[in-house]
């Protein structure tokens, strides 16, 4: 009897936790990775479409089409790192911030004080991390781009851990998809109207030292009578149609001990010296 009172409890017990691991989650973003999941699902299907968009003339007559496919071609990649501080108070927050809907944002990695990578998009996905803004021609920066967002609330030192796992992250991006020294920029850089990211605590001196983006040398020269700040600003790649805001923007990445609208004789010499690894001269 007793025995088989035994039985009976521990089957109930195996039931129990049979209901348990059915019904609970596999992690707190079980349900949100489900979702990317299935998204990706659906872009698959979009990249295994065939046939070509119908095109009609000026008359409105439809332009004969047809579909052959190629046996040359590849995947597009990203063409540009953007930087950004999160500007939360913990990876937890925002974490949660980029597996909500509401707030329509996330990014590709986000890099926590510990220094640990968390991924949330594959790298030939669009994340929605730049927003408006341009950088030379480039206004959909999303299409083209990998967005980093480093655990930051934007008034203190980034880690040292953060960043030697950010020099590991774009040492591995510049190599798998060739992406060029000039391309590693800051949200700043792109959307100088609305952005402040990654800020003057940013080094982007020690990045430049390792070949992602540029810095401007120990030893600076005069620029000429003739040097136009407002036209370098524009050849470097930024946004001047408010010229104040993309003078602050350019002295928070290349000059961050000073980034007052003014552009003092320092300035100008860093500008015309960073300009010069822009433009090649
Ligand atoms: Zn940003």
New binding site residues.
Partial sequence: MFSRLKLYSLYLSLFCLAILASCSPKGPYAVTNKVYKDKTKGYVAAIQREAPDSLRDSTGGMIPSAWVGTVNFGIRKPNFVII??TAQDSLQQTLKTFTITSTQVSAHYVIAKSGKVVRMVNDYLRAN?AGAGRWGSVTDMNSCSIGI?IDNNGNEPFTGAQINSLLALLAQLKKNYNIPTANFIG?EDFAPKR?P?PGPFFPWKTLAQHGFGYWSDDILELPPDNFDYAIALRLIGYDTSDINAAIVAFKRHFVQTDVSRQLTQLDLNVLYNVYGKYCKF
């Fill in positions: 950004h501080f991390h967002e949200h952005k990211d």
